[in-house]
């Protein structure tokens, strides 16, 4: 019995011990990829805004100070982790800057200047002592990310560099929320660990200094991450998650993520349950080994009483009587019977002494089935209920992660049932957890007309296991409760199971971004000050017209204009007034045309139209004399009334007749002919000819 009872106590331990330190491995492997994520989708959106940012023409033409400020200002205002950003002229000298820090300081010798005057450029973790002087004092050191990338003009001439001061509070603060779904209850410490070993995220006491310890090594040479137990510098044993950043995007920052928890923490219910499995087992064994001595002894002591005097009887002595014993019906039964057979027979006393035998023989193997069977029973719903909360801790544990994630997470099984579905997928998609569970996630988020792709995509993956869209990120559209679309970010994880198949799909909203992005992208096509379309606008228009022209067999016109004096109206008033002028042509110039044209501005007093949909040349010289009428009336500016004209250069374009004929070559020949026009007197209108190009 004692046998038993221990070795059942050592196999539960070691059973225990063994799932408890996997789950505790497999937590932090999951968090350090979690934090690995979202540092490197932290570079990738500070990437896109280094992007945008130098193709603002405001930024690219480097001219207004005080605009290119706003513009920073603005930037940082959105993303506060921003603690700098700053454009530098080619000399290093700083031109503008957010909150004028640093503005005419010259940031020559600077790793991030000299970096991105060539490409663009990413700077590791260190302290910047100019810059924390000028910044407002915290807690704790200033440090700092360097993003820069070189500005270049319209004729790709080098402007500037532009440099971005991300502070490393970026990085805490990625931390933080990675902890405080749990609210770190558990004495979890995110480490990020520089390539050169320096920890530049952790515990204050490890911050700055240099560590080497075997996840380190392990996440530098593994790409998909993993966790192991292992002693740290401080003589404490802990379970580790890895994992490495730099696996995406374009400007790559190489660190390793760890994140530890006591060996002490993470196997504490292990321990209290040992403790508990060890108390009850030995209480358990101690009761019955007591209850089988006293059933034993209670058995027993009857039986040697009509032992004895059955010996007494063989040895001769006729005179010693057989006891009746009442203890249980057993004995009583046998006693009786004793005293009857020697006062009947004596030959019967052998059968008495067999049946004896055998009843304790009975008696005994019954009991012992008995306890062993109880003791079983006991041992097998004690480990079932100590394994029921266990299982129920987890998984309370991973729903609390799943549940406060920043991002939608959805499990589908083999058949595309919805098996989870969490609070951020109900804000993100509109369905409610309890409406979500059990049907098919393909009809709730996949929009109709992708369905059929995404049905195949399944189909292939069963058949050879290759998918485009599984342990990938990608952008595609979702399907909202209410029957719109939204654009999202998406990445999809598979496992597989014993019973079959599970995906795991994690889903953020991008909207903002694509807004941004596409008002990043109006941004460049529009003239600053005229807000009509520039001329990066203008040759993404004129070779879309030219091919209607051809499928429609209709002509298409293009004006080449610009003001004749407009350089003496700029001397004699000032820009300003030749900046006014030049609005109030562009608004002329559109009221002219139609709303289907095209009016843009090239550069300077130079300005195109595109006419569509013309029957004949003579239409655009009609059109060509109304704008040269409208000049001509006087333009009423701010401080002074002047009267100006127009030279236009006019190019039709005859598809079935100019086929050969490209955009460059029609651009050519309007300009040609706004040329001859200046020769001629200027103030007036010349056709240009294919001769001419």
Do not use: C
């Not at 805004?49 to 690219?60: G, H, N, T, W, Y």
């Not at 810059?131 to 915290?138: A, G, N, R, V």
Request: hydrophobic share 45%; aromatic share 6%; no cysteine.
């Amino acid at each position: 019995m004692l046998i038993t009872t221990v070795s059942v106590l050592i196999l539960v331990d070691q059973f225990t011990r063994g799932y408890a330190r996997s789950e505790s491995e497999t937590r932090m492997k999951q968090l350090a990829w979690q934090m690995q994520d979202a540092l490197e989708r932290g570079m990738i959106e500070r990437e896109i805004d280094l992007r945008l940012l130098v193709q603002r023409p405001s930024i690219r033409a480097a001219t207004d100070v005080a605009r290119v400020r706003r513009v920073l200002n603005e930037l940082q205002s959105n993303v506060p982790h921003y603690a700098w950003i700053g454009l530098a002229q080619p000399d290093g000298a700083v031109l503008a800057a957010t909150n004028g820090l640093l503005e005419g300081v010259s940031v020559a010798e600077r790793p991030w200047f000299q970096e991105g005057r060539k490409s663009e450029y990413a700077g590791d973790y260190h302290p910047a002592l100019l810059l924390s002087k000028k910044l407002p004092p915290q807690s704790d050191p200033w440090r700092f990310v360097d993003l820069a990338a070189p500005v270049q003009d319209a004729n790709g001439q080098l402007v500037g560099v532009l440099g971005m001061h991300l502070s490393w509070s970026w990085a805490r603060d990625i931390a933080a929320k990675l902890l405080d779904p749990a609210g770190n209850r558990y004495d979890v410490d995110v480490i990020i660990v520089r390539d050169d070993d320096t920890v530049i995220l952790g515990p204050r006491n490890l911050e700055e200094t240099k560590v080497d310890t075997a996840s380190l090594r392990a996440a530098r040479a593994s790409r998909t991450g993993g966790s192991l137990l292992e002693t740290w510098p401080d003589g404490l044993r802990y379970v580790t998650g890895y994992a490495r950043t730099g696996q995406q995007g374009g400007m790559k920052l190489n660190w390793s993520v760890l994140v530890r928890q006591p060996e002490s923490v993470a196997l504490a219910a292990f321990r209290d349950l040992e403790r508990r499995v060890i108390v009850v087992g030995t209480l358990s064994g101690a009761v019955l080994v007591i209850l089988a001595y006293v059933l034993t002894r209670r058995l027993v002591a009857p039986i040697n009483a009509l032992s004895a005097a059955l010996e007494q009887r063989a040895a001769g002595r006729s005179d010693v009587s057989i006891p009746r014993v009442d203890s249980y019906r057993e004995i009583h039964l046998l006693s009786s019977t004793l005293v009857n057979m020697v006062a009947r027979e004596e030959s019967y006393l052998r059968e008495v002494r067999s049946l004896n035998e055998s009843l304790e023989h009975r008696v005994a193997e019954r009991t012992s089935r008995l306890h062993e069977t109880a003791t079983a029973l006991q041992q097998a719903l004690d480990q079932q209920q100590a394994n029921q909360i266990q299982l129920e801790e987890s998984a309370a544990e991973l729903r609390a992660i799943l549940e406060n994630a920043q991002d939608a997470f959805i499990a589908a099984d083999e058949h595309g049932r919805v098996v989870e579905w969490n609070r951020q997928a109900e804000l993100l998609l509109g369905w409610p957890r309890d409406q979500a569970m059990g049907r098919d996630m393909a009809e709730l988020i996949i929009p109709p007309d992708m369905r059929a792709a995404h049905n195949r995509g399944m189909e292939k993956f069963f058949e050879d296991g290759t998918s485009v869209v599984i342990n990938n990120r990608i952008e595609l559209q979702a399907l909202h409760h209410d029957g719109h679309e939204l654009p999202i970010e998406i990445t999809v994880g598979h496992v597989k199971r014993q019973s079959g198949h599970l995906f795991i799909a994690f889903l953020h909203d991008i909207t903002e971004r694509l807004a941004f992005r596409d008002q990043m992208r109006e941004l460049a096509l529009t003239d600053v000050l005229t807000s009509l379309p520039n001329r990066r606008a203008f040759s993404d228009r004129l070779p879309e017209g030219m091919m209607r022209a051809r499928r429609a067999h209709q002509l298409l016109a293009l004006f080449f204009m610009d003001l004749d004096g407009f350089k003496g109206i700029n001397d004699r008033y000032g820009h300003e007034a030749g900046d006014e002028l030049l609005v109030e042509f562009a608004r002329r110039l559109q009221q002219s045309v139609r709303d289907v044209d095209t009016v843009a501005r090239l550069a300077g007093d130079e300005f195109v139209v595109i006419l569509e949909n013309l029957q004949s040349q003579e239409d655009a010289l009609m059109v060509a004399e109304k704008v040269l009428h409208t000049i001509r009336e006087p333009f009423q500016l701010t401080h002074s009334t002047v009267n100006i004209s127009s030279s236009i250069g006019v190019a039709v374009y005859h598809p079935d007749l100019d086929g050969e004929v490209g955009p460059e070559e029609l651009l050519a020949m309007a300009d040609k002919a706004m040329y001859a026009a200046k020769r001629l007197g200027k103030n007036r209108v010349e056709l240009g000819k294919v001769s001419d190009v």
